[in-house]
């Protein structure tokens, strides 16, 4: 007699008390009181942010740092730039141009500004496609040869740096200073932080909302700026002036964008970085336009340093921005000033990464105590001595007089962002082709070339787009207890252990009648974004859900009901904030889950290994075309109410189903444009069983694009692959929800279990 079957009979004489007391057999009783769910959460937390702690030691496998010479120090890290490079976006050929363009009024003055010892120009320059860079060029009234390229935070703009409007003090007009002292001062414009309602939605800064589809698209903010500092590197060189020297500084964003520009381009010769340089470990808590996916696993700031040298680096610990962003449709955040000990200690970890005090040109210089004023007279000394050596700040001269047209910065700034928003349009139109060139070594000429060329791909999935902890799973140590019972069957909470502090919980409901050694299918029922396991088994959300996990149990079928991260809003998202600089996502955790959950169900005698099947509705349907790319053991997928031209949706700014202006700031993907459809990821479910469930009035998305992606998933089954059954689509007249007819039809023919009789 099974274990199971011999249970069931065991519960028939048991009173209603002594049920609940009863765990499944080879089970220990599940006593938790508490909100399971939530508990997931908490322990994912505690998880995640021990990872985090791992990151620091973990990097050194990616370093292999010659210290031999300063050349082969340079070379010996170029891997390591080119990866920076790859995760801030800055992949795209810059355009060459001859001179930067004067902007300026055909009747009147030419000059933005001027004084006795500066002279400020509107101008404009090339970068990548039709993005340009703006801002300023002050020249010097006695040019001592160098550049120097001066970058405001994101609240300030250029003329507030250069003197020609009000905000900074005159002695910390960084970008006049320096020009005053000899040096032609390059300032571009650096994308704000204006924060209101996008498509009268989500409330979010400027800089997340360009953020979004970038990330998506395998670009950045980050990474669009630094390209615009970079072709201001490039005129700098056309120059043909010997011995050029160029230098950057940057406060804030700036320094950012400064710290990242040196760390890339070996032409810059000196950076200067206030207001910015810190250790990095909680960069999650930061605005999300300074996340960069994978960042923690191979850098810190200390590791982004190292690239500066040997050339001098000058770190100013000063009192940063500070600011507090609200979750009302954009990612939380918050912002402080960087704690000078912490900073201090970064840099010396930046001189210990080098190794060679004649490598590790970085100097720390503490303004006040660590929160005083920013480019301060020792650090503007600093970076001047370091780009022009003998070089010599100056005392603030006079005052710049303002030109005849005064710039319209709000104007200019959003100019600046409709280009990048279009460029990321673009980017999307040319998505397709790119993951069309990435699969080009997926061979379809038969079956079996198709299953072995895939693998190559799933592993990049995992590592690359989903994220995998190199972890040995736990023992499942299974806690169980019975929660309800019918006249046709029996419903237990289960819980399972996967890392430490993880585990794994569901509702498993388990028909009545099994007949002993009769093994049957699993249907994995998930739910989607806020629900819980009660929801599928229809506790809550009827009108969405149809019980669809109860009326599957109904038909005979063992049920399964995870519990799923995305719940408690923030809480989850800011989850996926702490997952992301580690090369890692939401579903790192929660594919082992799966893995787990199937590895248990896989060892309940009633259960037939090759029969365990995956459905999940909205965010239970992302997890559809996640999961069992991945959880091979899953021997079909489910995909209701969620299947789209996915990164259409993400990214597109023309309809207002997008993502763009909603509140999930946690579900852009690193570069799914280039890499991972949905239909690129249903490949990795193929060749089994695949469907796809869709309602007309389903607001995720509108059925051409719904039908434009099934195309081609239904193109490789049934075209290539000639798998003629296998790939199926319901439409029906409906919303969001479960409609349960021909996902029903499909499982009971894909699981080999017959219908009930009519």
């Known amino acids: 007699m099974s274990r199971v079957f011999a249970l069931l009979l065991v519960l028939g004489f048991l009173s209603s008390g002594e049920l609940a007391a009863q765990p499944l057999d080879n089970t220990k009783p599940l006593t938790f009181e508490g909100d399971l769910a939530s508990e997931i959460v908490t322990g994912a937390d505690k998880f995640l942010l021990r990872q985090l702690k791992n990151t620091i030691d973990a990097r050194k496998r990616y370093w292999n740092r010659d210290t031999s010479s300063a050349g082969a120090y340079v070379d010996s890290v170029a891997p390591n730039r080119e990866r920076l490079a790859e995760i801030t976006g800055v992949v795209d050929s810059r355009k060459s141009f001859q001179d930067l363009d004067v902007l300026a009024r055909t009747d009147g003055p030419v000059e933005a500004g001027k004084s006795e010892l500066v002279t400020a120009f509107n101008v404009r320059w090339p970068s990548v496609r039709e993005i340009t860079g703006v801002g300023l060029l002050l020249k010097s009234a006695k040019p001592n040869g160098g550049f120097i390229i001066a970058i405001p935070d994101a609240d300030q703009t250029p003329e507030m740096i250069s003197g020609l409007a009000e905000g900074i003090p005159a002695n910390q007009q960084f970008a006049r200073r320096l020009a005053e002292s000899g040096f032609t001062v390059l300032v571009p414009a650096v994308i704000s932080r204006e924060y209101g309602p996008r498509n009268n939605r989500g409330r979010m800064t400027t800089r997340e909302f360009l953020y979004r589809s970038s990330y998506e698209l395998g670009r950045h903010l980050i990474g669009f700026e630094i390209q615009k500092v970079l072709a201001l590197v490039d005129w700098c060189e056309s120059r043909n002036v010997p011995d050029t020297r160029i230098g950057v500084v940057g406060y804030g964003e700036g320094g950012l964008i400064a710290l990242y520009s040196a760390a890339l ?22 605005p999300v336009s300074r996340n960069v996916y994978s960042f923690l696993d191979q850098f810190g700031d200390a590791e982004v340093a190292s690239l500066v040298a040997p050339r001098p680096l000058i770190i100013e610990a000063s009192k940063g921005p500070e600011f507090e962003l609200p979750s009302q449709g954009g990612a939380p955040a918050v912002l402080d000033t960087p704690d000078p000990k912490v900073v201090g200690m970064e840099v010396d970890r930046a001189k210990a990464l080098i190794g060679k005090d004649d490598l590790a040109q970085i100097s720390l210089i503490v303004s006040g105590d660590g929160h005083g004023a920013f480019a301060s007279e020792k650090a503007l000394q600093a970076v001047a001595q370091s780009v022009i050596g003998g070089s010599k700040i100056v005392p603030s001269g006079p005052a710049l007089q303002p030109g005849a ?10 100019a600046q962002a409709d280009e990048i928003e279009a460029h990321t349009q673009w980017l999307l139109t040319e998505s397709h082709f790119i993951r069309k060139e990435f699969f080009k070594d997926l061979d379809t000429s038969s079956l079996e070339a198709y299953e072995k060329t895939v693998e190559p791909y799933r592993d990049y999935f995992r590592h690359e787009t989903i994220g995998h902890f190199d972890l040995p799973m736990k023992e499942m140590n299974p806690r169980t207890r019975l929660i309800k019972e019918t006249e046709n069957w029996r419903q237990y909470d289960v819980v399972l252990d996967v890392f430490d502090d993880i585990i794994a919980y569901g509702i498993l409901t388990v028909p009545k009648g099994i007949a002993k050694d ?11 974004l806020e629900g819980r396991p009660q929801d599928v088994i229809g506790e809550e959300k009827y009108h969405i859900y149809s019980a669809f996990a109860t009326k599957l149990a109904d038909r005979g079928f063992i049920t399964f009901a995870p519990q799923n991260l995305y719940i408690f809003t923030d809480r989850f998202r800011t989850l996926q904030r702490k997952s992301y600089p580690q090369r890692k996502t939401l579903f790192s955790i929660i594919v082992p889950q799966h893995q787990q959950i199937v590895n248990w169900l896989k060892s309940q005698p009633n259960v037939d290994d090759d029969r365990i099947a995956f459905y999940g509705l909205s965010y239970g349907g992302k997890s559809a075309m996640r999961i069992p790319p991945l959880v091979t053991d899953y021997c079909l997928s489910i995909c209701s109410a969620d299947f789209n031209e996915w990164v259409f949706k993400n990214a597109t700014t023309q309809y207002n189903f997008s993502y763009m202006f909603t509140g999930e700031y946690e579900i852009f993907e690193w570069n799914l444009g280039g890499k ?7 490949y990795l479910i193929c060749p089994r069983p695949f469907m796809v469930e869709r309602g007309h009035f389903d607001g995720v998305g509108e059925d051409q694009w719904v039908a434009y992606e099934f ?20 439409w029906f007249d409906g919303p969001h929800k479960i409609n349960a007819v021909e996902t029903f039809n499909f499982l009971h023919k894909h699981l080999n279990w017959p219908k009930p009789k009519e």
């Open 405 to 414: 047209v005064a710039t319209d910065v709000k104007a200019r700034e959003h």
């Open 265 to 286: 381009d070996t032409r810059i010769d000196a950076a200067l970085v206030s207001g910015y340089f810190d250790s990095r470990q909680d960069m999650w808590s930061e």
């Open 711 to 730: 195309g081609k998933v239904r193109f490789m089954y049934q075209g290539l692959l000639k798998l003629k059954d296998k790939a199926e689509i319901e």
């Open 676 to 682: 991972f459809n949905y239909a690129e990821m249903a």
């Open 518 to 528: 009769e093994q049957r299918p699993v249907v994995v029922c998930q739910h989607g």
